[in-house]
């Protein structure tokens, strides 16, 4: 047993040293989980989209119209920046993405309300960037409701307030947003993304090491070959050790930090949240070692981890109802640490969720956990016999070329 653990610690010490002199690991390892959160944070701060330029046409030029216009730009989501006299000008500015929306009142607009007929207003959006979308139809939704009530107010003649706000809303309703109470995207999005970055990180760090050996032919820094190594399991937690130490800390910064700093809901508690991370880690780790195995070139591992970034985000189920994915991309997704780790980490920081109540995340996490380290162990056995096959290959080579040596000088004496 004394000698396991020496072993372990041998061989976590060399992996150590091996991580701080490797620039491009401790870049990836250090560097990028402390900056891509702040940076992904600051770029979502806002929440939402704010004074979004739109063009207004207006062949009515009536007061209704005019009072249209003023509610919209007084709104905190849409911005009246340019008053177009034809909506082919309006086109031509949106083409150019000066604007992104176009608000079109024709000539009948007055004439029809004042007859009592159902009055138009057309509301053009660039589709190209939804929440620019979802700021200006919201907006002109909500203004022409408002306008509606002061129609039905005016028209109705009644006596009191209470008569007109009953007239005006005879089912009241409260509107109360759960968990995102901000109604913001980076509330919405961000948990995912922090989660995500620390498979995508751990992934790089440990295939750009993996890379760098085999570019190297240096096996024995892959799975090494010494007389310190007596088992793959030592070797296997030996290394995986010195990665959850590094990541224990930079999963704390950002599950606990992070979002403390930018204001993002934060409702887990402590023991729920430790009991979901060790097992991701773990998950992550081991997931990242066996995919290292399959990494030649240092290059390639970048190539295939920012590849990956987007699928694994969206087959989490966040960003698109896990029931709207195909069977076949959900059994993809099972695969993947992140799918689980996401959903519970959203569910017990943003909803306030318990252990139990993401028992099913929790079982899968830790199956993944067991399912890619016995993996992980066979083929860094593979990758041991194939080294130690190697190095006596390279030995009985040195023999042979001695003894060749020796017998050329014999026949020179002779």
């Known amino acids: 047993m004394f000698q396991s653990i020496k072993d372990t610690c041998y061989i976590w010490e060399k992996e150590m040293r091996s991580v701080i002199n490797d620039e491009g690991v401790l870049i990836f390892f250090i560097l990028v989980p402390l900056l891509y959160p702040l940076v992904y944070s600051w770029a979502y701060n806002n929440e939402v989209v704010r004074d979004v330029p739109v063009a207004v046409v207006d062949l009515s030029k009536s007061h209704s119209s005019r009072l249209f216009v003023r509610r919209c730009d007084a709104s905190p989501q849409v911005k009246v920046a340019y008053h177009c006299t034809s909506i082919d000008e309006a086109r031509q500015l949106m083409g150019r993405q000066v604007v992104r929306g176009i608000l079109y009142f024709p000539t009948d607009f007055e004439n029809r309300l004042g007859r009592n007929e159902q009055a138009n207003v057309s509301v053009f959006c660039d589709m190209s960037i939804m929440l620019t979308y979802k700021a200006i139809y919201s907006t002109a939704m909500e203004v022409s409701l408002d306008m509606n009530d002061d129609i039905k107010v005016a028209r109705a003649g009644n006596a009191t307030d209470r008569d007109d706000e009953i007239l005006v809303s005879p089912l009241d309703f409260e509107e109360v947003q759960m968990f995102n109470t901000t109604g913001g995207y980076g509330n919405f999005i961000l948990p995912c993304v922090l989660v995500l970055i620390l498979q995508q990180t751990l992934l790089l760090g440990i295939g750009l090491s993996a890379g760098t ?157 067991a399912v890619y380290f016995l993996a992980t162990c066979v083929v860094y056995r593979y990758h041991l016999i194939k080294a130690r096959r190697h190095a006596i290959e390279r030995v009985t080579a040195i023999k042979n070329a001695v003894e060749r040596q020796k017998n050329k000088g014999f026949g020179e004496k002779h």
């Open 213 to 369: 050996a085999r570019e190297n032919n240096r096996y024995q820094d892959l799975v090494p070959v010494s007389r310190h190594y007596n088992g793959i399991f030592r070797i296997v937690f030996g290394k995986s050790m010195c990665y959850f130490m590094i990541f224990a800390v930079m999963t704390a910064y950002i599950t606990l930090i992070v979002p403390r700093i930018f204001g993002f809901s934060h409702m887990a508690r402590p023991a729920d949240l430790f009991a979901v991370m060790v097992p991701y880690i773990l998950a992550c780790i081991f997931f990242g070692m066996l995919f290292s195995c399959i990494i030649r070139y240092r290059e390639n591992v970048m190539l295939l981890v920012v590849f990956t970034s987007m699928p694994f985000l969206f087959l989490a189920g966040i960003s698109w109802p896990e029931s709207a994915i195909p069977a076949a991309w959900r059994s993809v997704s099972y695969l993947v640490p992140s799918t689980f780790g996401i959903r519970a980490f959203v569910r017990v920081n943003s909803m306030g969720a318990t252990l139990n109540d993401v028992s099913r995340e929790y079982m899968w996490l830790w199956i993944q956990t």
